[in-house]
T-cell receptor
């Protein structure tokens, strides 16, 4: 499709397990972002990739969180040893330098940690 | 650091009512300001933006004016429709988009709007 694609759309896991969330950005978009949306909260920035530059990881809440972007396209957000407070919707967005600042968001991956 | 404070919801209006959703911000520089909308079951999408003081962003009947003196970017619509029911997010970017560098957005907590027929 033409939009940002995220998978899985829903993930239920047990505390202590690792999870991987995938994001496929819009083709040609050089920037990719991960945000977290907790119930009743705003969007919390996690990490930002821009082309081949070193990613901005300043929003990652702990060393259990990591992300990579392979070939400048698909990105995977990994959460190790999940905890209940990790339960949230994880949103991915992409943008282009010529886009005037508009971010295009996927529908998100809802993570529930039991 | 940068922050965005939005009017708390939920907001419930009748069709054709006037809408205002307040948004104020704190920033160290000269941010660009945005309103994003999230319709039920969909991802966030840009509604409108303003990149400098006194700019007015507008789209789909919605408007917001970048007020540097009051550090505000309130969203308004003169006559809401049932189809406007959604969650609205105010956001700012710490660097102007004109710099060519797409940096992270700082979002408010969102305001749920429900419009009744």
């Amino acid at each position: 499709g033409a939009g940002v694609s995220q998978s899985p759309s829903n993930k239920v896991t047990e505390k202590g397990k690792d999870v991987e969330l995938r994001c496929d950005p819009i083709s040609g978009h050089t920037a990719l972002y991960w945000y977290r949306q907790s119930l009743g909260q705003g969007l919390e920035f996690l990490i930002y990739f821009q082309g081949n530059s070193a990613p901005d990881k300043s929003g990652l809440p702990s060393d259990r969180f990591s992300a990579e972007r392979t070939g400048g396209s698909v990105s995977t957000l990994t959460i190790q040893r999940t905890q209940q407070e990790d339960s949230a919707v994880y949103l991915c967005a992409s943008s282009s330098r010529q886009g005037g600042g508009e971010l295009f968001f996927g529908e998100g991956s809802r993570l529930t940690v039991l | 650091g940068n922050s965005v404070t939005q009017m708390e919801g939920p907001v419930t209006l009748s069709e054709e009512a006037f809408l205002t959703i307040n948004c104020t911000y704190t920033a160290t520089g000269y941010p660009s300001l945005f309103w994003y909308v999230q319709y039920p079951g969909e991802g966030l999408q840009l509604l409108l933006k303003a990149t400098k003081a006194d700019d007015k962003g507008s789209n789909k009947g919605f408007e917001a004016t970048y007020r540097k003196e009051t550090t505000s970017f309130h969203l308004e619509k003169g006559s809401v429709q049932v189809s406007d029911s959604a969650v609205y997010f105010c956001a700012l970017s710490e660097f102007p988009w004109s710099s060519g560098s797409a940096r992270q957005l700082t979002f408010g907590s969102g305001t749920q709007l429900t419009v009744l027929p």
